[in-house]
């Protein structure tokens, strides 16, 4: 990670392992990577001699604060019961009223200041933990709503991709939409811009399940100059 304020490259992964495919989490508080601890050798696509083998990736999560309570602690079994029961009439405060949710929407609507993210990189390395998932042929990971995190795998050697939602609140991963070949999220988290097949959805981020109802209309077209193409290929090449 490079600093803008100090000029300054910090490493976060262990060298020992390949990482990419990095993602923040939107609370500023975690980053997700994807890790492989059995990358071999490899060798370029031109060396018709070599024998390649698919490395198995996990999911990771690191703590990016040092006094930050770890995402999977033990939590109480004890039922929180004043949480659950309604409120009464007299006990509704004043922010339930019609006005006032007018006004905080209003609030809400506005763009908010972007916070700086804070990073404590000493020992961060020792913060470093797998998230409960399998290791699997994972390809990438992408940025979600606050407290979750959307990966990105492989099955056998279609090149197609499930997208599964990871949440840090239930830490557990469930599948989000499968058999697309592309995919990426609004500048807010809340839309994602998917690809299935030969068709484009617009689908929610914010909720568990994708839903792929309705394709985008994209009759694109492209007016190509056939002389001036291939002059440019011959020139290039």
Do not use: C
């Not at 404590?120 to 797998?130: A, G, H, K, M, S």
């Amino acid at each position: 990670i490079y600093s803008v304020d100090t000029q300054q490259t910090h490493f976060l992964t262990n060298k020992f392992a390949n990482s990419l495919s990095p993602a923040w989490d939107q609370n500023s508080k975690y980053l997700y990577f994807l890790a492989s601890t059995d990358y071999g050798l490899n060798s370029g696509w031109a060396n018709t001699s070599s024998m390649g083998a698919d490395a198995e990736y996990a999911p990771y999560v690191v703590s990016l604060l040092a006094d930050e309570t770890s995402p999977f602690a033990p939590r109480s079994d004890e039922e929180n019961n004043e949480a659950d029961e309604p409120k009464k009439d007299d006990e509704k405060s004043a922010d339930d009223s019609p006005s006032t949710k007018g006004e905080t929407e209003g609030k809400e609507s506005e763009e908010e200041p972007v916070a700086l993210i804070k990073i404590d990189f000493d020992n961060i390395e020792r913060r470093i933990l797998p998230l409960p998932m399998p290791a699997g042929n994972y390809a990438f990971t992408l940025t979600a709503p606050k407290g979750t995190v959307f990966f990105a795998k492989k099955k056998g050697e279609d090149k197609d991709v499930e997208l599964l939602k990871f949440d840090l609140k239930t830490r557990k991963a469930e599948l989000f939409i499968e058999g697309i070949q592309s995919a990426s999220i609004s500048a807010n988290h809340k839309k994602m811009l998917i690809k299935q097949g030969p068709k484009w959805f617009v689908v929610d981020a914010d909720i568990p399940i994708a839903k792929t109802e309705k394709p985008l209309d994209t009759k694109l077209m492209m007016n190509l100059d056939r002389q001036q193409e291939w002059r440019q290929m011959f020139v290039e090449a």
